[in-house]
């Protein structure tokens, strides 16, 4: 699929709508606007960009964290850890900086808790699942069928979950326009043309079937 990535002319679709080939940036970026959002649908592009920068943002601080404790360590006279005082100003200093990172880390998985939720709604959203199947997750092996769920491709029913309903108009980087629309109803260049106006009425004709997000 084409993506805006390597099509920078194109114009990125309205944020109610999802974004196919997202880039991580452009993903991050809609991830944090559209925080509480549990409407619509998220492309997996848009989802899985999400979750490796936080995966990264999380690694980073945890790497920092064990660098810390390694520059103590390394300034700490081991020698000298027979001696009670030595060894609870050793200890004490680990934990101080265990505190920290760890503070660091619930705060910053608060903070993207709400969103979260609401991008793996949409995600399952895209993937025609209503997003109350993210409840599944509080059974037992209920988080490996949310993950499988967020992994299948976009299909076209996922529109009933936008707002308004039932995906009208389409993003314009939709996979499942027809390849020409005319520029009459509001589309350039096929499922990857650009945004001209929404059109007032949906045209008449068949879509193409879906092809898989890359």
């Known amino acids: 699929m084409s993506s805006y990535a390597s099509n920078p002319g194109i114009v990125e679709p309205p944020r109610e709508q999802p974004l196919y080939g997202a880039t991580m940036v452009q993903a991050v ?86 969103p979260n939720i609401a991008v793996t709604v949409r995600r399952l959203h895209d993937a025609g699942f209503s997003g109350w199947w993210y409840l599944i997750n509080f059974v037992p092996g209920g988080s490996i069928v949310v993950l499988v769920f967020t992994i299948l491709p976009s299909v076209a029913e996922g529109a009933r979950f936008d707002d308004p309903p039932y995906g009208y108009p389409p993003a314009p980087n939709s996979p499942f326009l027809v390849p020409a629309y005319p520029a009459a109803v509001g589309y350039q260049g096929g499922y990857a043309g650009g945004w001209t106006a929404p059109p007032s009425t949906p045209p008449a004709g068949p879509t193409q079937s879906p092809p898989r997000e890359r």
């Open 29 to 114: 970026k809609r991830f944090f606007t559209k925080y509480a959002v549990f409407t619509g649908r998220a492309s997996r592009s848009e989802f899985w960009w999400v979750y490796l920068a936080m995966t990264i943002v999380s690694t980073a601080v945890a790497a920092l964290m064990f660098i810390a404790i390694g520059a103590v360590a390394a300034s700490t006279d081991f020698a000298a850890l027979d001696d009670p005082a030595v060894m609870e100003t050793a200890g004490m200093g680990v934990f101080g900086i265990a505190a920290v990172f760890y503070a660091i880390l619930a705060a910053f998985g608060l903070a993207i808790l709400v």
